[in-house]
T-cell receptor, first 114, second 112 residues
């Protein structure tokens, strides 16, 4: 069964605008973790932000913030003030089952237009 | 220092060859991972090492053989691979299993 779903295969955003990348997940665990990674065309996966299931506040890291809605099982990534260098593939990932299982969503390709 | 290094960057091997991929981290992390990533797909977890012991083997064929000689090093030994094994192989490490992972640049493997 699909554990992590990213419904936007590709998105465009104008430079300096904000963009939201969607991620929904499926788990019956109470304890889990959600991650977002960026993968430029060079191939390296870059860790962006983490949200724990018990964290009451939404995580933020610079221009990245995670809109965590536990009841809806969604963990959307918000990028503010998009830059050309933000053009990349973005993966949502979830850790569950006593910390040992880690799965990625199918990814969203973001293109930032000048 | 959040660097994970991988060698080689590119590897072309025949189906009868034996080769190894190498991964190294000096962040004091005690969990290390191997992933396989096909083009336009998400990474797929292959192996997890926790405190130098194999923690997870995600039903990977035996032609892939992982090894963790010490807490900083992770190898992936390859033998009798198939063309469909051609992919980007990513290594990652984390403080312990379950924490955020830091990835290396990957090895692009082509099996001919």
């Amino acid at each position: 069964a699909q554990k992590i779903t990213q419904t936007q295969p590709g998105m465009f955003v104008q430079e300096k605008e904000a963009v939201t990348l969607d991620c929904t997940y499926d788990t019956s665990d109470q304890s889990y973790g959600l991650f977002w990674y960026k993968q430029p065309s060079s191939g390296e996966m870059i860790f962006l932000i983490y949200q724990g299931s018990y964290d009451e506040q939404n995580a933020t890291e610079g221009r990245y913030s995670l809109n965590f809605q536990k009841a809806r099982k969604s963990a959307n990534l918000v990028i503010s003030a998009s830059q050309l260098g933000d053009s990349a593939m973005y993966f949502c990932a979830m850790r569950y089952y006593n910390f040992n299982k880690f799965y990625f969503g199918s990814g969203t390709k973001l293109n930032v237009k000048p | 220092d959040t660097e994970v290094t991988q060698t080689p960057k590119h590897l072309v091997m025949g189906m009868t060859n034996k080769k190894s991929l190498k991964c190294e981290q000096h962040m004091g992390h005690r969990a290390m991972y191997w992933y396989k990533q096909k083009a336009k797909k998400p990474p797929e977890l292959m192996f997890v090492y926790s405190y130098e012991k194999l923690s997870i083997n995600e039903s990977v064929p035996s032609r892939f053989s992982p090894e963790c000689p010490n807490s900083s090093l992770l190898n992936l030994h390859l033998h009798a691979l198939q063309p469909e094994d051609s992919a980007l192989y990513l290594c990652a490490s984390s403080q312990v299993v379950g924490y955020e992972q830091y990835f290396g640049p990957g090895t692009r493997l082509t099996v001919t």
